[in-house]
Structures are given as structure tokens and as C-alpha cells.
């Protein structure tokens, strides 16, 4: 009832863009540099070498196959390539995006994420839909953004939150999904699964489903949330006013290896003790042969489609860089 009462404005959503397909990375942007935002132990490749080396490409099935290097002998005092793309496009407020993945990356240093940031990160919000490290068997969901911003412990939702409840503290708001098979080897086991975020007023809202539990509805041209039952994170905006603390977004697909949480001393050895000799997540993983320590260490995604409430249907295609919700809205 309180999640319906928040929601009650929104009727539905109409898709604006796919992702999918021999097209997939046409509308993304490759990092091209190292990684300057988690200290971690990756080069994200520009898009001419990530495909050339085939971290980027399209599988015989049509599906989007982004991975770390396993085939690189990396020496001491280097990094191994990985990938990070973000989309062209940014989503305003009134956006909703689900993916549908068959493998997530895993393995002792990785670390993937399916996230979003706004123009001027972090000040105008993160949303982290999708991350996890080294072996961990469940996924974490979270927000991030400046100061008075908060989430309620015992918020409607399925997962449960972190200790932390302000989201501007460097973990963020954190909610660990109670679901089975939501990350590492289970996760492909069981098929893959669907993860589903709406974006609005109200708040902010995550859904996951393990493949044997995806709803039908998913593969309708318009989405209706209010179907779904509850959400699996739930971010309200009477304790984060999202339009404050939020910009249009751009979603983001990467990898990064080790860094300021996989690769902390503490978490690290939490489950990864046994993995080398020196107890060091970046000797023991990041350098020397790449196989078979990167052979899980990748995305296998089918699609990704992005939805808008500010109109019934696409009518317009917008040029890169620019926000749907903003263009639509205009047309």
C-alpha cells in the first residue's frame, strides 16, 4: 500500500531506447585511460583495442560480451585491461532502465558494476544497480550522493540495508539482495536474471528477478511497475528528495580489478586468502597469466532498454550526449 500510493502517478512507461544486438556499443562510449575512480588496477581500453582484443564484441548468439584480458601475461608494475563503457545518452528523472544479463564477472579482484552518475559526479548522484566483488554470492545495491540525503533502515523493500543510513558517506546507502542467485557462479547457474530501476519523483526503486522468476511483462513495448510487487531496494524521496539530489544520468557498464574495495586488505582476504602467495590482491591476481583467473571475469548481456513516463511513445531520436527525457518532452 505505501509503495502503490507512492507510485499512483505513474501509469507506465514507453521505450526510448535499446541496447541490444550488433548494434549494442554503437551508442556507447569506451574510457579509453586507466582507472582514475576506484584506484583499481585496470586500463579500460579505448574502443579500437577493446575490440581488436575482443573485450568488446558481439557473440554468436547477439549478445554483448564485455571482459577483463585473460589472455595477457601482465608483469609487475602493470595493469591489466578491462573495459568501461558509458552510454551516450543521459535519462532524465521519469526514466526507467531494465537489463538482462546471463553472466556477471566474478572472481578473486573483480569487480563489475551497472551504474549510473550525473554530469558532475558525484554531486549529482550515483545509482549502483548492479556491483559486487571478489566472491561474494550476493549482489549490492546502493546510492550515492552529497549531504541530506538518507535512507530509512526499515525501508518497503526485499533486501536489507546497510548499517550506514546517509548517503553521502563513502559506502553509500547500501541494500544487500536476500534473493538466491543474484551474483557470482549461481547467478549464471540459474539462467542469469533481470534487474529493472525506476527513476522518479517518488524515489528510487530496484527489482531483480532470477531468470525462472522473470516476469512476462518484461517483454512488453510499455512497462507498468506497479505490477511487480515489492521493490528489491527502495529509496523514497520523503527522506531523499530526488530532484535535489539528482541530475539526468548516464548508465555505465564496467570492470575493475582490486581497488578501494575489492582490493582492500580485510575484504580482500575475507574470501580471497587463498589465492596467492603474498596475500596482496593485486600480485596475487592482477599480475602473471590471465587464464584461468579471468575466464569468469565477464558480462554476457543481452539487452538493455531504457523507458521514459514523459510521453506514450519514441517519437524522436536524440543526439548523443543529450538527455531523452529532455528531448522528448520538447517535441
Known amino acids: 500500500l505505501v509503495f502503490a ?10 521505450l526510448v531506447r535499446e541496447y541490444s544486438g550488433q548494434n549494442f556499443f554503437d551508442l556507447w ?3 579509453g585511460d586507466y582507472d582514475n575512480t576506484t584506484g583499481g588496477n585496470a586500463i579500460w581500453a579505448n574502443k579500437s583495442y577493446a575490440t581488436s582484443q575482443k573485450l568488446a564484441y558481439i557473440d554468436s548468439r547477439g549478445n554483448a560480451i564485455i571482459k577483463v584480458d585473460n589472455t595477457t601475461d601482465v608483469l609487475v608494475g ?10 551516450q545518452d543521459t535519462y532524465d528523472i ?3 532502465w531494465i537489463i538482462d544479463l546471463s553472466y556477471i564477472p566474478f572472481g578473486c579482484s573483480v569487480w563489475p558494476a551497472f551504474w549510473t ?3 558532475n559526479w558525484p554531486e549529482d548522484g550515483e545509482i549502483d544497480i548492479i556491483e559486487g566483488i571478489n566472491m561474494m554470492t550476493n549482489n549490492q545495491m546502493s546510492i550515492h550522493t552529497t549531504p541530506g540525503c538518507t535512507q530509512n533502515g526499515s525501508e518497503y523493500q526485499l533486501g536489507t540495508s546497510g548499517t550506514t543510513t546517509d548517503c553521502s558517506q563513502a559506502s553509500g546507502c547500501t541494500v544487500t539482495e536476500n534473493s538466491p542467485n543474484s551474483y557470482g557462479s549461481s547467478f549464471a547457474a540459474a539462467g542469469g536474471g533481470v534487474w529493472a530501476t525506476q527513476f522518479d519523483v517518488s524515489g528510487i526503486f530496484i527489482w531483480f528477478w532470477s531468470r525462472p522468476n522473470v516476469p512476462a511483462s518484461i517483454n512488453q513495448p510499455s512497462m507498468n511497475v506497479s505490477q511487480w510487487g515489492t521493490p528489491h531496494a527502495s529509496y523514497f524521496s520523503n527522506t531523499c528528495n530526488i530532484t535535489k539530489y539528482y541530475s539526468p544520468q548516464n548508465l555505465v557498464i564496467d570492470i575493475t580489478l582490486c581497488g578501494v574495495w575489492a582490493g582492500v586488505e580485510g575484504i580482500y582476504d575475507s574470501t580471497c586468502s587463498n589465492s596467492g602467495p603474498t596475500g596482496s590482491c593485486y600480485e596475487d591476481c592482477v599480475v602473471g597469466p590471465g587464464s584461468p583467473r579471468y575466464d569468469d571475469a565477464y558480462f554476457n548481456i543481452s539487452y538493455v532498454r531504457a523507458y521514459t513516463s514523459a510521453l506514450p511513445s519514441a517519437t524522436s531520436t536524440p543526439s548523443p550526449t543529450t538527455s531523452i527525457y529532455a528531448t522528448m518532452a520538447k517535441s
Do not use: A, M
Open 94 to 96: 521519469g526514466s526507467l
Open 5 to 14: 500510493v507512492f507510485i499512483s502517478s505513474v501509469k507506465g512507461y514507453s
Open 117 to 119: 552518475f550525473g554530469p
Open 29 to 31: 562510449d569506451f574510457y
Open 78 to 87: 602493470q595493469n591489466r585491461s578491462t573495459v568501461r563503457l558509458t552510454s
